[in-house]
């Protein structure tokens, strides 16, 4: 898939650290302001489909991009079960809060929920980067499956 | 009980999928051949002994609530399981378990193993939280992890048919857990909680002759939606199709497990948490599914295809019998728990010996297909023993369910029904004796005289299932030791609310 | 009036939607009417939250003074987390049907619900 013109190609360049860096902003201030988790991986995921349009997707692939989205895809789901079992292990029940809960308003409050979104932000950006992967590679007829 | 046994039932195959596609990668690296197979098998094996534990502790007559995040209900999402629920998480367990070994040999010709099991386990996980959870939108969101894993496994081996059947089950699956999205939906804007027993507490008073007409229409629209997802006539479309298209690990995964989840939520409809009458549309439903089935399934020249109407006939049966049970006859609940019981022994075994005839033949038609009993004598001797099963002769487990139904059917006051039914289970034998003697017996076609059996993880499976056909036909009160409790407890409203709702 | 418009263009989306899937040959044309679909739902439920006179169930100091009267005048926040995961389920699905539509293409050439037809003999 070819990339496009010297104009596109560097404004994208330019544009994507502060797109990226507004969806980490919007995952870490989940509990605070609306979004999460999940708006906030879809907006780090468009910033790196933005990449892929403007310089084609062998360019992309060449810093092996589907292996790490498979690789991130777990932690980010290995992050999640391991904030669930330390509410198994040092509360009582799954998923319960056991970090302190600071005062309202600040950032690092309200327990295990920041932490929790950060994970469901790795997840979902991993995620939704290997949709977008899976797609383009069905459509222009590279590997279909990795055989994993 | 251990501590924190139903969380761990669903959250842990639910982990395992997702750290599958790493399993993977190791497993080529490394070249440590069966690696996924084993990891599945082993989790779903330490699932069956946690789903035990639980039931220990249902049956000395408890409601275990388990509150997730300690927040207490009815703010917290809670887990409730009653006995109608162990019975459910039982058979998924176990089924599931079966299957697994089963699939381990049947996707060995495969690739994309990896996607396969997270798969797989993702639909046991998803059916593990509908049948244990005690909140309404929870239940949704179980669903559609159940409904999207199943969707990805039927159309799995991406060839033509495959995808269209996905295509097919997909559009109408999200028709229906659309349409129970807006049944929840509407009962949060009437009542203004989401938990089940809440529900249940407050629409109780709502009973009588002056329901508001939101709540008919939740109700309506939450069983259309249910009646599409156990593929009840004419809603039945995508089944046959499914089934046919699917790989037959999954087609015995789905019709064992997934009409498990189905029928629990029709058990639990009269009763919790709308607790209106739907007797009458639950029976003229079953009848119609039980007719219907069978009488295309006389018609069809495809293996598959044919166990895929079977199924839709049977559902048939337990809906009636739970409708039944509604209208005053208590033999028609138990017989239609019995009935899921059963057929999902029997009809994992008859899908599990169409595909191992598929594995070793490669042709699922009955016009090429002819003489294998000599070749294949024990897939002959299971999906015999399947067979006699289904169709409701003594001694097998068949015979005891439909003997219970057509009680109800007395007992209810309808003898006309018990007639249907038996007429049904007549055509029923009738298209299984063609079956197996255009498929076991006659002459042998000349490309298929090196057939050989089907590999040991299938036959293990098979006969399993065969021994557990035999067992429950034999000795029926081991069926009535899950039966009666769960039978009582769908029933039971009020016992479910107080100890969801009155603090552990 | 302003209040009751919300639902009743939510149930003209969802009849929308139904119409799509109902009367429409083409795939994309079926993902698209299950789209609009859910979207109709979505709307029906954040409507339904909605209390006259409400503010944002954003905390700070300057909106409310107390915790119980931000409470008593917020919006109901639960089915706003509700459609967030229901929106999510809806992407999964959306994928899901258009990767279908891309093998089915690939496999009869057409687009076509009636010429999608070799299972029944």
Known sequence: ????????????????????????????????????????????????????????????????AFLRAEVLDTIGSLTIAAIGIMGLIFGSYFLQNTLPLGELGRLISGGNFLWLYVGVGIKVTAGILLILFAMLFATWGEKDDHGA | MIPHAPILVIVLPLFTA????????IAERYHIKYLRELIAIGVMIVVLI?????????????????????????????????????????MIAGLGTLVMIYSASYMSRDSGLSYFYTLMLLVISGMMGIVLTGDFFNFYVFLEIMSISSYALVSFRRDALSIEAGIKYLIIG?????????????????????????????????????VPSVLVLSLALFVTGVMIKVAMVPFHTWLPDAFTAAPTAISALLAGPAAVVGIYWVARLPYLPFGMPVGLILISLGLISMVVGVLMALMQRDFKRMLAYHVISQKGYMVL???????????????????????????????????????????????????????????????????????????????????????????????????????????????????????????????????????????????????????????????????????????????????????? | MIMGLNYIVAMLLIAAGIYCLLFKRNLLKLVIGLAVMTDGIHLFL????????????????????????????????????LVLTSIVINICVTALALSLCIYAYRHYGTLDTTKIRRLKE
């Open chain 2, 174 to 210: 999200s028709l229906g857990t659309s349409f129970v999205l807006l049944s929840v939906v509407m009962l949060y804007g009437v009542v203004g909680t989401l938990n089940i027993a809440d529900l249940g507490a407050k629409l109780a008073t709502y009973g009588g002759t002056n």
């Open chain 3, 46 to 81: 954040i409507s339904m939250g909605y209390r006259l006179g409400g503010i944002v169930p954003i905390f700070s100091s300057e909106v409310a003074p107390s915790l119980s009267e931000f409470a008593a005048r917020a919006v109901d926040p639960l089915p706003q987390a």
């Open chain 2, 18 to 25: 997702f750290v599958m596609p790493l399993i993977g990668i």
């Open chain 1, 1 to 64: 898939m070819a990339g496009m013109t010297v104009i596109v190609r560097t404004i994208s360049r330019i544009l994507f650290p502060f797109i990226f860096l507004f969806g980490i902003y919007i995952i870490l201030h989940g509990h605070l302001t609306p979004g999460g988790g999940f708006p906030g991986g879809v907006i780090i995921a468009a910033s790196v489909a933005m990449l892929i349009l403007a310089y084609g997707l062998e360019r992309v692939l060449k810093n092996n």
């Open chain 2, 50 to 90: 946690l789903a035990g534990t639980i039931a220990q502790e249902v049956w000395n007559g408890e409601v275990i609530v388990y509150e997730l995040g300690g927040w207490s209900p009815p703010w917290g999402i809670v887990l409730a399981i009653d006995a109608l629920s162990t019975q459910m998480a039982l």
């Open chain 2, 321 to 504: 019998g739970i409708g039944l049970g509604t209208l005053g006859a208590t033999l028609g609940t138990q017989g239609g728990l019995f009935h899921l019981l059963n057929h999902s022994t029997y009809k994992a075994l008859l899908f599990m010996c169409a595909g191992a005839v598929l594995y070793q033949t490669k042709s699922q038609k009955f016009d090429e297909l002819g003489g294998l009993g000599k070749n294949m004598p024990i897939t002959a001797l299971t999906f015999l023993i399947g067979a006699l099963a289904i169709s409701g002769i003594p001694p097998l487990n068949g015979f005891v369910s439909k003997y219970i139904i057509y009680l109800a059917g007395f007992q209810a006051g309808m003898p006309w029904i018990t007639a249907i039914a038996v007429v049904v289970s007549g055509l029923t034998l009738a298209s299984f004796m063609k079956a197996f003697s255009s498929v076991f017996l006659g002459q042998r076609p000349q490309h298929l005289q090196g057939t050989r059996e089907a590999p040991k993880p299938m036959l293990f499976s098979m006969i399993v299932m065969a021994l557990i056909c035999v067992a429950i036909g034999l000795l029926p009160a081991l069926g009535f030791n899950i039966i009666g409790p769960a039978a009582e407890a769908a029933k039971n409203t009020s016992s479910y609310i107080s100890h969801v709702l009155g603090g552990t």
